[in-house]
C-alpha cells in the first residue's frame, strides 16, 4: 500500500482502475493515472445512460477523487464477474453465455443519445493503426458505407465486465461506450472473447472458440442482427482493433481472422499494396 492508497477494503482491480469498498454499500472505483479524462467522464456518463435505459448495470452515483487519485462511486455489487463464475459452474458455461447475449441484444435496443459515434472511433483507429495506408484507406471508405446507427454499444462486452449478482447479471466498465450498430459491437465481443487477453493454450483457445460462438448466436437470436451484418462490420472493427491489441497473445490466428474478413468484403488483404 502507498500513500495513495485509500484506507478501505480492496475489492478488485483492472487494467485502468482499482475498486474498494467505501461502506454504506458503494465502492469506489480509483483510476490510474494513464486513463484520460475523457475515459473517466465517458464511463460515468454511459453507466447512467444505460441504466436509465433499462440496461442491468450500475449507474455512477458521482465522479470524485480521493488522495490525488480520480474516480467514481459506484453502488457495490455483490458477486463474481461471469469469467469467474463459469469457472465455479463449467457445466452452464451455454446458459450464462446465452444470458449475456441476450442481455446484448436487450442493450443495443436502447438509444445511444449523446455519446460518441462508433463510427468515428473506428475510423481514428484505423487511421492511428499499423496496417499500410493504402489498407487504412480503403477500409475507412468501405466504412463510410455502412449504416451509421444509433444503438447503446458497450465496446468491451465480455466474460470480465458481466457480474453475477444475487439480482441477476450486471453489466459493467461503460468506458468503451459509443452509438452505433449493434453488429460492429457484436463482432467486438466475439474478438474479446477469442482473441483477448488471458490464457491461450490450445484447450483454452477451442473454449474460447466456442464460447464466441454461443455468444454470437445467443445475441443474432434475440435481436435484428443477421449473420450478413456481423460479416459486414468484422473487417473494420478487426483493424480497429490492431491500434491497441497487435501484441495479443494469439496473433498469427487473430491476422487470419482479420485477413479472410478483409478479403472476403473486397477490402484487401494485410499485405495490401
Avoid at 491500434?243 to 479472410?260: H, I, N
Amino acid at each position: 500500500m502507498n500513500d495513495r492508497t485509500p484506507p478501505y477494503p480492496f475489492l478488485a482491480k483492472g487494467a485502468s482502475a482499482e475498486l474498494f469498498d467505501i461502506g454504506g454499500g458503494q465502492a469506489l472505483k480509483l483510476f490510474h493515472d494513464s486513463v484520460s479524462d475523457e475515459m473517466i467522464a465517458r464511463e460515468a456518463t454511459a453507466s447512467v445512460h444505460a441504466g436509465a435505459c433499462g440496461v442491468p448495470t450500475a449507474a455512477a452515483i458521482m465522479q470524485q477523487s480521493r488522495n490525488g487519485r480520480r474516480g467514481i462511486i459506484y453502488p457495490r455489487l455483490e458477486g463474481a464477474t461471469l469469467m469467474d463464475w463459469i469457472r465455479r459452474n463449467p457445466m452452464r458455461a451455454g446458459w450464462a453465455l446465452d444470458q449475456m447475449g441476450e442481455i446484448h441484444a436487450d442493450m443495443h435496443r436502447a438509444h445511444g443519445g449523446t455519446l460518441r459515434s462508433l463510427k468515428q472511433v473506428l475510423a481514428t483507429d484505423i487511421a492511428y493503426g499499423p496496417a499500410p495506408k493504402g489498407l487504412q484507406s480503403a477500409a475507412i471508405k468501405y466504412l463510410e458505407t455502412l449504416s451509421e446507427g444509433d444503438a447503446l454499444t458497450h465496446g468491451d462486452f465480455h466474460l470480465g465486465n458481466v457480474m453475477m449478482t444475487p439480482l441477476g447479471m450486471r453489466v459493467i466498465d461503460w468506458s468503451k461506450a459509443a452509438a452505433g450498430h449493434p453488429a460492429a459491437d457484436a463482432v467486438r465481443s466475439e474478438m474479446l472473447m477469442r482473441f483477448g487477453i488471458g490464457p491461450c493454450d490450445w484447450v483454452t483457445n477451442l473454449w474460447r472458440d466456442w464460447a464466441a460462438r454461443r455468444l454470437r448466436s445467443s445475441h443474432v437470436a434475440a435481436s435484428g442482427v443477421n449473420a450478413h451484418d456481423i460479416d459486414a462490420w468484422r473487417p473494420v472493427v478487426a483493424l480497429a482493433w490492431l491500434r491497441a491489441r497487435d501484441a495479443t497473445e494469439r496473433t498469427p490466428t487473430f491476422r487470419r481472422y482479420l485477413d479472410r474478413a478483409l478479403r472476403i468484403n473486397g477490402i484487401g488483404s494485410l499485405h495490401y499494396e
